[in-house]
């Protein structure tokens, strides 16, 4: 008897509506401006469509898009254009001024410790989750969280918004 994957039954219009929020907010996370994440984002969906891959559970397929999204983010950095391109800023509509200054310091974070801070508090995933995406044990989510906090608290005393 074969098992019924979940990619059968569902179309990828859905697929991407889903997942859409999730991927573009991590690649934004992580490479810091509009133009990037849109690259990362477009990236992660074609290689959903060409690979057709098949998971059994959605929790599977909502780690795989995680892992590819981070992957594409890793890739992008290596690259030889994203070392030669000049930074351009965005004009990024926020919901208040806090919301605006936390953007920008979490931007002064290393790209490994703002991934981990966006799954842990805008995706609302634990630390075991984190570690299972990201391939990495609880204990080291669990320090670069710390570190993550101490840096980020650092930064803005350094800034003196505190």
Same mark, same amino acid.
């Given at each position: 008897m074969e098992k019924q994957s979940l990619c059968a039954d569902d179309c990828e219009e859905k697929i991407i509506k889903q997942y859409s929020e999730l991927v573009y907010r991590l690649a934004f996370a992580r490479m810091g401006t509009r133009h990037d994440a849109d690259e990362i984002f477009q990236e992660v969906f074609l290689r959903f469509i060409r690979k057709k891959p098949v998971f059994h559970e959605e929790e599977h397929r909502k780690a795989w898009f995680i892992r590819v999204t981070i992957n594409c983010s890793k *890739? @992008?950095?290596? *690259? *030889?254009? @994203?070392?030669?391109?000049?930074p351009i800023d965005d004009d990024i509509a926020f919901e208040t001024k806090e919301a605006m200054d936390l953007y920008y310091e979490l931007q002064k974070l290393p790209p490994k410790y703002r991934g981990v801070i966006y799954l842990f508090y805008y995706e609302d995933m634990s630390i075991e989750e984190i570690g299972k995406a990201l391939n990495r044990k609880n204990s080291t989510v669990r320090t670069q969280l710390t570190r993550a906090r101490a840096a980020l608290k650092a930064v803005i005393k350094e800034d003196d918004y505190v």
């Open positions: *890739s @992008f950095w290596r *690259s *030889s254009w @994203f070392k030669n391109v000049q």
